[in-house]
Every structure is written in C-alpha cells, then in structure tokens.
C-alpha cells in the first residue's frame, strides 16, 4: 500500500514550456487535491476532484489544468509554464472521512 | 469564500515548556478544523481535528479548542520535544469538500 504518490520528485523547465504532474493514490478515495506550498503562504488549492470524472476550481486555478479519467490518478498540467509558478506542488486524496492525504510533493523551477 | 489567519508565523520555545499557535475563521458554517505538521522537506500530516460540536479535543501532550461564538481555534502543545519543531498548519472547511489553510506556525523547541 504506497499510499499517495507523486511524479516527478523535482523538475526544471523554461518558461513557455508544459509538463503534467501526476498523482496517484490506491486507497481508493474519492477526493483528490492540488495544492502549491510557497515561502510564507501555506498550502492553496488550485483543483480538486470530487470523485472519477469530475473537476472543480480551487482558490488559485489560472495557468492550470487537471484530469481526473481514472479514480486512482489525478493530473495536474501546466500548459505555458511562467515563473510564477515555481512552487512545490503536493496531491492529497481523502475518502467520506475528512482527514487528507498527502503526496510527498513535487518541487518545480520555472526558469 | 473562507479566510483563515494563523498567529505567529514563528514561536521559539524551550524544552518542556508550552506553545500555543491560535487561528481564526471568517466563515461561521464552517464545521470543521484540522491542524497539520509539517517536518522539514516532509509532507503534511494531520496531528488532530475538532469538529463544530466539540469544544475542546485532546491527544496525549496536543489539545485543540474550539469558540465557535468568536471564530476561533488553537493548538496547545505541552511538554514540547526538539521533534515536536516543524511548521503546523490550521485549516477550516465551509463545505464538506475542500479546505483553508493558514500560512502556517514554524516552532523551533530548543534544547
């Protein structure tokens, strides 16, 4: 049981270009999260998903994209990355109790 | 949408003495409040929670109160340990699907 996992670990990109993160979790829960955690700021939702097929927009959602195809998988894509957005990004799912489960993060430089 | 302010952003402590993070909704439907550690290049973790229908939880050495009248909850952590430093998150939620968090606390418990 790996609980909720997140890939990639770190990556580098140059402004303009696009990459998807993906988070996966074999809990079986309904809801899944992304957040960006920058200095100072706490953790902000920028999509969440509310069950297989569904999204939703969090407090921060522009310049971003996300698919829910799958229950296990929930990816999160940046079409045009822009300096703004580098960040460590975390998933987190949760089933009908409340508590969240986090992902180990990705930590994105956009250069 | 819910506003969460979390008080102090740092809170050095000695060893064995007691730290206190307090934080404050906007909300007043919103039912229920966690408290999350974060260890340093670590993921959050949800240490406890209260909900709208408790006023006060306790864990071992970590209580939470709640004073739904003022919008207000808190964390008390007796006898602090050189573990217990790491940042500690609130969050509230006005709707049963996502969460706001607060900026986050680092305490630092010096030996």
């Known amino acids: 049981n790996a609980g909720v996992t997140q890939t990639p670990k770190f990556r580098v990109l140059k402004t303009g270009q696009s990459m998807t993160l993906l988070c996966a979790q074999d809990m079986n829960h309904e809801y899944m999260y992304w957040y960006r955690q920058d200095p100072g700021m706490g953790l902000r939702l920028i999509h969440y998903s509310v069950g297989e097929g569904t999204t939703a927009k969090g407090e921060v959602p522009d310049g971003y994209n996300v698919s829910r195809l799958k229950k296990q998988n929930f990816l999160l894509g940046l079409e045009s990355a822009a300096p703004s957005q580098t960040s460590v990004y975390f998933c987190?799912?949760?089933?009908?109790?409340?508590?969240?489960?986090f992902g180990p993060g990705t930590r994105l430089t956009v250069t | 949408g819910e506003n969460v302010e979390q008080h102090p952003s740092t809170l050095s402590v000695q060893e064995g003495d007691s730290a206190v993070i307090k934080c404050t909704y906007s909300?007043?439907?919103?039912?229920?409040f966690p408290w999350y550690k974060q260890e340093l290049g670590k993921r959050p973790q949800l240490i406890i929670d209260i909900r709208s229908n408790v006023g006060e939880k306790k864990d071992q050495r970590i209580a939470v109160t709640l004073n739904k009248t003022a919008k207000h909850f808190s964390l008390h952590i007796t006898e602090t340990q050189p573990e217990d430093s790491a940042v500690y998150f609130c969050?509230?939620?006005?709707?049963?699907?996502?969460?706001?968090f607060g900026k986050g606390t680092m305490l630092l418990v010096s030996p």
């Open positions: 909300d007043s439907a919103s039912n229920y």
């Open positions: 969050a509230a939620s006005s709707g049963y699907s996502t969460l706001t």
């Open positions: 987190a799912s949760r089933n009908t109790g409340r508590e969240q489960y």
